[in-house]
């Protein structure tokens, strides 16, 4: 059963620093998510795209936050200069119809 | 605006009891999406179920059964004779078509069932 990958699985990187994580989406879907977990707390959606752009985002995706999808497989958030708030699992998510969502495993980061 | 609550945080049961997870929501659009997704230990994400607001009819899956009531806006999952590998965080989350179906999810509910 095809499913959305996520590498890598946990990510330590210091404050102030860029991080990339990478996920790959179903291959036949045409919608993608970035949500986030703080440890303990609810998931949050962060960003979607469609059709090779953002459709919406959400507060916390601010001017440190970017996606893209640079090949026809990849869809990368990347965080330009982490903060100690930004640890948390961060969870990809793909879809065919926008209806039904597959997760991903996530990634767990880490700021310090 | 859109919000999920499950006000049940943390939830013990003895092996073999029923359980129902609250649910209940508010949104200003018609035409809407509920969901809910399990969160064991392992931390994934997993899907269990999605239901339109224009469907209310109540679904069984093997122990597990959804009553969606728009009247109450509750959409509550109750699970049969539970098992331990039921333990786990279970999150209500609803979409709107407004809003790109984007998941907002409520603060989950964390199940343990105990042997």
């Known amino acids: 059963e095809p499913e959305v990958t996520q590498t890598p699985s946990h990510q330590v990187t210091q404050m102030g620093q860029e991080v990339i994580l990478r996920c790959v989406p179903i291959?036949?879907?045409?919608?993608f998510y970035w949500y986030r977990q703080i440890l303990g707390q609810k998931v949050e959606f962060l960003v979607s795209?469609?059709?090779?752009?953002?459709?919406?985002k959400s507060e916390i995706f601010d001017d440190q936050f970017s996606v893209e999808r640079p090949d026809g497989s990849n869809f990368t958030l990347k965080i330009r200069s982490t903060k100690l708030e930004d640890s948390a699992m961060y969870f990809c998510a793909s879809s065919e119809d926008s209806y039904e969502q597959y997760f991903g495993p996530g990634t767990r980061l880490t700021v310090t | 605006a859109q919000k999920v609550t499950q006000a049940q945080t943390e939830i013990s049961v003895v092996e073999k009891e029923d359980v129902t997870l609250d649910c209940v929501y508010e949104t200003r659009d018609t035409t809407y999406y509920l969901f809910w997704y399990k969160q064991p230990p392992s931390g994934e994400l997993v899907f269990l179920i999605r239901r339109n607001s224009f469907d209310e009819q109540n679904e069984i899956s093997g122990r597990y059964s959804w009553n969606f009531q728009k009247s109450t806006s509750s959409f509550n999952f109750t699970i049969t004779a539970s098992q331990v590998v039921d333990s786990a965080v279970y999150f209500c989350a609803l979409s709107e078509e407004t809003g790109a179906n984007n998941l907002f999810f409520g603060t989950g509910t964390r199940l343990t069932v105990i042997p």
């Open positions: 291959s036949n879907h045409l919608y």
């Open positions: 795209f469609y059709n090779n752009e953002i459709s919406e």
